[in-house]
């Protein structure tokens, strides 16, 4: 299973998009609000409440 680059969810075999970069990079997305979020609007993924990023920013500031 594949992991979508912006918000850390597996993303279900035959569903999803790929995209790679010149660079050699691949980004994979569940959705195109995902695809979106990161490629058009630059944004980052720990400021949302919706993506795995988010919680994972969140435990790190407690931990401090």
Same mark, same amino acid.
């Given at each position: ?19 790679? @970069? ?12 995902? /695809? +979106?979020? !990161?490629? &058009? @609007? ?12 988010? /919680? +994972?920013? !969140?435990? &790190?500031?407690?931990?401090?």
């Amino acid at each position: 299973m594949a992991i979508c680059s912006f918000c850390k969810c597996n993303i279900p075999r035959g569903t999803g998009k790929i995209l790679v @970069l010149r660079s050699g990079k691949i980004l994979n997305f569940c959705s195109n609000k995902c /695809e +979106k979020n !990161l490629i &058009k @609007l630059k944004r980052k993924p720990t400021f949302f409440k919706w993506t795995g990023a988010y /919680e +994972k920013g !969140l435990k &790190k500031e407690i931990e401090k």
